[in-house]
């Protein structure tokens, strides 16, 4: 089981911007695909982006495109999660999870993914 600790959470204005740092415990994390999720009060969580095990390969949902960066550096198991332009319908909790093996494609499907982190809340004041 990959543990996943998701930080940088927080109350943010309208227009700011916020960096997710998720560190994983992952002797093998470079060879895994990662993705963040979030979920809003009284709604599904939902797919925000991914990133495949190299960093070659990203992919958004359309609500964040062009307002958010997913990256990694596998020499220190993190993944990160920049959020601009940030909106106070992007309000929710952010998870970070990982693919359930190596060498997967991630999906946008939460079905796809094996491990999970805590979450982190971030709230857009308007």
């Known amino acids: 089981q990959v543990q996943l600790v998701e930080s940088g959470g927080g109350l943010v204005q309208a227009g700011g911007s916020l960096r997710l740092p998720c560190a994983a415990s992952?002797?093998?994390?470079?060879?895994?695909?990662m993705g963040w999720f979030r979920q809003a009060p009284g709604k599904e969580r939902e797919f925000v982006a991914s990133?495949?095990?190299?960093?070659?390969?990203?992919n958004y949902a359309d609500s964040v495109k062009g307002r958010c960066t997913i990256s990694r550096d596998n020499a220190k198991n993190m993944v990160y999660l920049q959020l601009n332009s940030l909106k106070p319908e992007d309000t929710a909790i952010y998870y970070c999870?990982?693919?359930?093996?190596?060498?997967?494609?991630?999906?946008?499907?939460?079905?796809?993914?094996?491990?999970w982190g805590q979450g982190t809340q971030v709230t857009v004041s308007s």
């Open positions: 999870a990982a693919v359930k093996g190596p060498y997967r494609i991630p999906s946008a499907r939460e079905a796809d993914f094996g491990s």
């Open positions: 992952l002797r093998i994390f470079g060879t895994f695909s």
């Open positions: 990133i495949t095990w190299s960093g070659s390969n990203t």
